[in-house]
């Protein structure tokens, strides 16, 4: 399967400010997601990074707080934009590579927000 | 949002007994069932799909799945200190789809004692 790099792995922020994640597959892949997962919590979906398009949010999440790029089949990046302490959180990269296979997930970044 | 209903626990076990994690979920036309494995600071990662009816073993898990009454079990022969974790069970949000975005349960945690 294919291996997903995520980074940073973890960073410590300052409310207000805002932190790229990254997420690079070492493969092309036909669908890239977002999920976070609050701190004794499950996942939940943020959107669906569209390759060359507006990525497609969840219920709840909107593209100011959330913006999301996926300029090409193998990368994508979410900002959490205007940090605060509730944002604090694992966030997550999953990627599905078509051939009917289920989607697996990165390392995750681990994002607390002071 | 569909409801993916799990206990969550937690559950304990000893070792070498079977482990039985159950998952209820809401839309009757739901196609595909993923179980997840999570280790304490870790990514989620797949253990099990099960699309049909009826039960699928792979090793020491089964998968059980009964679309009439909207259960979906996983259940964990011979279990190992090394199975605790938390398990995710999972469905796809877009209604007879049988890929794509996921809805998580909150995870049921499992402990095994030696």
């Known amino acids: 399967s294919a291996v997903i790099s995520q980074k940073p792995s973890r960073d410590i922020c300052q409310r207000g400010t805002s932190l790229t994640i990254q997420c690079q597959v070492d493969?092309?892949?036909?669908?890239m997601f977002w999920y976070r997962q609050q701190p004794g919590q499950s996942l939940t979906l943020i959107a669906t990074?569209?390759?060359?398009?507006?990525?497609?949010?969840e219920s709840g999440f909107v593209i100011d707080k959330f913006p999301i790029s996926r300029p090409n089949l193998t990368f994508s990046t979410l900002t959490v934009s205007n940090m605060s302490p509730e944002d604090s959180s694992i966030y997550l990269c999953?990627?599905?590579?078509?051939?009917?296979?289920?989607?697996?997930f990165g390392d995750g970044t681990r994002l607390s927000i002071l | 949002q569909k409801e993916v209903e799990q206990n969550s626990g937690p559950l304990s076990v000893p070792e070498g007994a079977i482990a039985s994690l159950n998952c209820t979920y809401s839309?009757?036309?739901?196609?595909?069932f993923f179980w997840y494995r999570q280790y304490s600071g870790k990514s989620p990662e797949l253990i099990m799909s099960?699309?049909?009816?009826g039960d699928k073993e792979d090793g020491r898990f089964t998968a059980q799945l009964n679309k009439a009454s909207q259960y979906v079990s996983l259940l964990i022969r011979d279990s190992q200190p090394s199975d605790s974790a938390t398990y995710l069970c999972?469905?796809?949000?877009?209604?007879?789809?049988?890929?794509?975005?996921?809805?998580f349960g909150r995870g049921t945690q499992l402990t095994v004692w030696p």
């Open positions: 999953s990627v599905e590579q078509g051939l009917n296979q289920p989607q697996h």
């Open positions: 493969s092309q892949v036909t669908m």
């Open positions: 990074a569209n390759q060359g398009s507006e990525a497609t949010y």
């Open positions: 839309d009757r036309v739901s196609q595909s």
């Open positions: 099960i699309y049909s009816n």
């Open positions: 999972a469905i796809p949000a877009d209604r007879g789809s049988t890929l794509g975005r996921l809805y």
